[in-house]
């Protein structure tokens, strides 16, 4: 797959040496000047030397996006400077991954590519990406989080060695940094590390020096400039270390369970309903300062891996599907009941990819539905072939429901407004419940319910 990293310090290089290994293809965007402390352990130094090297793995500075083609063309990984990552529009990932770690979104957005990724805390999964990988030592490191997002900033350095602050090397003053000292070098507490700004930096702790910013890079007064090891291992200075290690094994396992889902599931949304009980007009009514339809293809917008669809009546409808990116589906006959739009969905989406694996049904009035609650539809779906998979709460089943291909002649058999529930019944110890929150399940069929 082809993946753009977002960041090119020592944790997304961590991440990008796992991908790389497991066969994908790799650009990394970083900013003209980086300030990346464990340089040797980082493709970013890439853009001042021209090529870097970690472990058994090599990345190349590329200026240009032929450059960067040539690159990649002849398996290695491409760096370039471009802070804002313009090179999304030409190189056209199937992965985004955050790396950029500023403890905040910058900008990412769910829809930026068919599947992204946030690294650290700032992300949440199902608003700005679809998962977040947990960066926090202890526990928890090295997770995939398919809903919320990982541990907030403490402001307190990981634990190494059993130190944490004092382990840090911090810029003095204002101006460029003069090491003093190299990278793998053995530093005692006092000891001037580092001039910034003509202000020396002295060692709090005793160890070997684990990472130093590049001579003449300007900082700023308490940038982290430089790293100090107390279990002094000269190799932990040219290996990816064991956190990077743990967070790009959480980025390859959520990139391999998206590359076996992707384009093999559909997406339909049910809109053609014909809201009587409502008095008319339903779906374009607001919720949450947005008509409901519109929320709905939001939704949908957020799995571009997956073919979507919605099956509507309505032209206005139709038309804004298409911006949206999904394929509207016309049903002139809502009164024949929800199973009649299941039906037009599914002839649909098999008619573009009859070897589908599944298709999920999605009804258009449920408004506050959670993308993280789909997606983690689509990931049960993934490892459970054969299921119905539902959004639910305890043992009570709601929508959307993912139906298996094996149910695929059932479903076209149904009729009237029963939608699925008769063949759930038939095969109640096929079904597994996502559990969703109470919201997220509430669909609008009066217009108290909006209030």
Sequence with gaps: MKILIKGAGDLATGIAVRL??????ILMTELPEPLTVRRTVAFSRAVYEGYAKVEDTEAFFARTEEEAGAILN???IAVTADPKAACREWFVPDVI????LAKKNLGTEITDAPFVIGVGPGFTAGK???CVAETKRGHFLGRVIWEGGAI??????GDV???TTERLLRASADGVIEPKVKIGDVVVKGQVAAVTGGEPVYARMSGIVRGMLQEGARVVKGLKIGDIDARAEISHCRTV???ASAVGGAVLEAVSAFEKAAGRYAYVTLAAGLGSRFGGGKLEALAGGVPIYERALRRMQAFGAFPSYMVTGSEEMAETALKYGAAPVINTEPERGIAHSMRLGLERALEHNPDLKGVLFSVCDQPWLSPSTVQRIFNTAQLHPGSIVCAGLGEKRGNPVLWDRRYF???MTLTGDAGGRQIMDRHGSRIRIVQAREEELKDIDVKKDLL
């Design 241 to 243: 270390s064991d956190k």
């Design 20 to 25: 790389y290994r497991a066969g994908h293809r």
């Design 74 to 76: 002849r398996g290695d």
């Design 97 to 100: 991954v955050d790396a950029v």
């Design 409 to 411: 002649p059932e479903l």
């Design 161 to 163: 060695g059993g130190y």
């Design 128 to 130: 700005d990406c679809n």
């Design 152 to 157: 907030p900033n403490t402001g307190v350095p």
